[in-house]
């Protein structure tokens, strides 16, 4: 499985801290199946310097280096998590900003978490029109998008692709609003791929294995590859791909998914 939206990278924001942590995650995520992570650090967090993109690459490498060392299999790729702000674009094509995986065609956008901007959609569509493929990230646990379906539908056909985070379909993981958001998109074949967005050890830990494991014995097989598998490889290669062919001859089994998403309402919230 490839990760593309992880906290790995140790010191530089609400992750991880120590550069311990981040090689435990690495065993953790591999022995769940992940092959590839993209750390996406914020780029500015709690007063600090903004994080360029060469310190981004440098303590990538050098984590890299301490996976190896140690002989797990897992690479981390270099990549942020970029706000959505109206200078997007160019902060992105100057350099300043980082693509996902650094690959030059595919960004990770976070959206404003409380109210969405009225120009919000223009500025996806001016990234669409400049050729980047975009991800917004966890639109379930947005409040300002996660009671907006309509507006996410939207977005979806403009050819942006939702990437819904695994702890939103996870039982006990997730606030009731944001679980409730993630198995609506789910069940209108809106989620384009599914990421951990994993921050720490414990709380919001890497857990694409029980989420593969869970979309799985929902929506079968297929789904489950391709948003955990198919379509963070292909968007990293800058390859975009339909979502028909992600959720094509899906069955479902409605009776579980609403037994699971009673399952998850009916626990204690811990999102933030
Ligand atoms: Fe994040």
Known sequence: MIDIHTHILPGVDDGLQHIGEALLMAEDAAAQGVTMMVAT????????Q????????????????????????????????????????????????????????????????????????????????????????????????QRNLPLLE????????????????????????????AYELMEHRLVGVVASDCHGLNHRRCDMGEAAELIRRTYGRHVAQMLT????????????????????????????WKRLLRAVLRRETDDG
């Open 229 to 256: 598998t198919g379509v963070p490889r292909a968007l990293l290669r800058g390859e975009k791909v339909q979502l028909e062919q992600v959720w094509k001859n899906t069955r479902t089994d409605e009776s579980r």
């Open 41 to 48: 650090p914020h780029l500015h967090w709690a007063g600090r």
């Open 154 to 181: 939207d977005l979806v056909q403009m050819g942006v692709y939702l990437q819904v985070t695994t702890g939103s379909l996870i039982p006990g993981r997730a606030s009731p609003a944001a679980a409730r958001c």
């Open 50 to 145: 903004p994080l360029s993109a060469a310190q981004i690459r440098e303590s990538v490498e050098e984590l890299n280096g301490l996976i190896q060392a140690k002989g797990v299999q897992l690479t981390v790729l270099p990549g942020c998590e970029i706000p959505l702000q109206p200078d997007l674009l160019q902060r992105l094509q100057s350099g300043e900003w980082m693509s996902l995986g650094d690959s030059g065609r595919v960004v990770l956008v976070e959206p404003p978490w409380e109210s969405w901007l009225p120009s919000g959609r223009t500025m996806l569509q001016s990234l669409l029109d400049a050729g980047w493929i975009v991800v917004l990230a966890h639109p379930e646990r947005t409040p300002a998008l």
